[in-house]
C-alpha cells in the first residue's frame, strides 16, 4: 500500500513557475514508477509526465515538453514536477500517482495509486 500527497499548487501568472512535490509513504518507494496528471473541468485525465522506478528514464509529452520536468529522490520518498512558463490552458488539477512492478515509465492510467491532486491555476 501506498500513500500520495502531492503539494506545490496554486495560483501563478502566466509565465511563471510551480514546482509540485508528491510524497509517498511506505518503505518501497524506489519500487514504484511513478507519473504526474493532470485534470481540466469536463476534460480527460492527461498523462504530463512520467519517471522510472529508479530514475533512469523518463518520459514527457509534445504537449508540456520543454516546459515540464520530472525528478524524483528515492531516499525521500518523493517525486517532483517542475512546470516552467506556465500558460492558462495548464490550469487542471495535478495527480501523482505510482505503479509497481514495472521498470518502465508508464504512460497510461494504468496506475496502482493515487495522490488526492493539488490545484494548479495559471491566470493570464
Known amino acids: 500500500q501506498v500513500q500520495l500527497v502531492e503539494s506545490g499548487g496554486g495560483l501563478v501568472q502566466a509565465g511563471g513557475s510551480l514546482r509540485l512535490t508528491c510524497a509517498a509513504s511506505?518503505?518501497?518507494?524506489?519500487?514504484?514508477?511513478m507519473g504526474w496528471f493532470r485534470q481540466a473541468p469536463g476534460k480527460e485525465r492527461e498523462f504530463v509526465a512520467g519517471?522510472?522506478?529508479?530514475?533512469?528514464?523518463?518520459y514527457i509529452p509534445d504537449s508540456v515538453k520543454g516546459r515540464f520536468t520530472i525528478s524524483r529522490d528515492n531516499a525521500k520518498n518523493t517525486v517532483y514536477l517542475q512546470m516552467n512558463s506556465l500558460k492558462p490552458e495548464d490550469t487542471a488539477v495535478y495527480y501523482c500517482a505510482a505503479k509497481g512492478d514495472t521498470w518502465l515509465v508508464i504512460t497510461t492510467t494504468n496506475y496502482d495509486y493515487w495522490g488526492q491532486g493539488t490545484q494548479v491555476t495559471v491566470s493570464s
Open positions: 511506505g518503505r518501497t518507494f524506489g519500487r514504484y514508477a
Open positions: 519517471i522510472s522506478r529508479g530514475g533512469g528514464s523518463t
